[in-house]
């Protein structure tokens, strides 16, 4: 059974910085494209960003391109999402997600984490 446990959300001010953590158990993420999605209230879940199944190259949402940055630690079983420049447009859950390739649908990932609180104040 696989499971994502997302961490690191928090309450920042704007131009700050966070760095989310995504810890996977019964997979590897070397196996596995890695995506971070956000979802704000009353809007649907968008992609943020992801990391290539075995590869570390990234792709990124043009809102955050050049703010987020996602790396991956096979030995920690764990993926990592830099967020910096935080604006509060950035306020949402953030979710890691595992699936077979990195793309944008979120149907295309087979498993999800429960999320962590992101906000960014004024």
């Known amino acids: 059974q696989v499971q994502l446990v997302e961490s690191g959300g928090g309450l920042v001010q704007a131009g700050g910085s966070l760095r989310l953590s995504c810890v996977a158990s019964?997979?590897?993420?070397?196996?596995?494209?890695m995506g971070w999605f956000r979802q704000a209230p009353g809007k649907e879940r968008e992609f943020v960003g992801g990391?290539?199944?075995?590869?570390?190259?990234?792709d990124f949402a043009d809102f955050v391109k050049g703010r987020f940055t996602i790396s991956r630690d096979n030995a920690k079983n764990t993926v990592y999402l830099q967020m910096n420049s935080l604006n509060p447009e950035d306020t949402a859950v953030y979710y890691c997600?595992?699936?077979?390739?990195?793309?944008?649908?979120?149907?295309?990932?087979?498993?999800w984490g429960q999320g962590t609180q992101v906000t960014v104040s004024s």
């Open positions: 990391i290539r199944r075995g590869s570390v190259l990234t």
């Open positions: 997600a595992a699936g077979p390739a990195l793309v944008t649908i979120t149907a295309a990932y087979d498993y």
């Open positions: 019964g997979r590897s993420i070397a196996v596995s494209a």
